[in-house]
């Protein structure tokens, strides 16, 4: 069975930059809309970006536009989320979803598939 797996969260001060990865395995990636979404201490899961499935458009929450960038890359079944300026409510674990038929969508019950998750935490 298939996967997402993210990578490349971890401790940063504010203002720096991570790149998350999202390796998907087993599944006919470059067909999905893939979207990023965080949950921070205490709060609901929120979404963050989204991209269709070519990588011609994109979609990002007010609180990370012009920070965040959103992208991908079908030839090796990854997804990314480069995050600039980060800041102290950035602080979250972070998701990878894949959503197998129709196109980017801002709901996460609209998507069929999850990572497990990847912390980043940004020090003030």
């Known amino acids: 069975q298939g996967e997402l797996v993210e990578s490349g969260g971890g401790l940063v001060q504010a203002g720096g930059s991570l790149r998350l990865s999202c390796a998907a395995s087993?599944?006919?990636?470059?067909?999905?809309?893939m979207g990023w979404f965080r949950r921070a201490p205490g709060k609901e899961r929120e979404f963050v970006a989204a991209i269709n499935w070519s990588g011609s458009t994109t979609y990002y929450a007010g609180s990370v536009k012009g920070r965040f960038t959103i992208s991908r890359d079908n030839a090796k079944n990854t997804a990314y989320l480069q995050m600039n300026s980060l800041k102290p409510e950035d602080t979250a674990v972070y998701y990878c979803a894949g959503r197998s038929l129709g196109p980017l969508t801002t709901r996460p019950n609209e998507y069929d598939y999850w990572g497990q998750g990847t912390q980043v935490t940004v020090s003030s």
């Open positions: 087993g599944r006919t990636f470059g067909s999905y809309a």
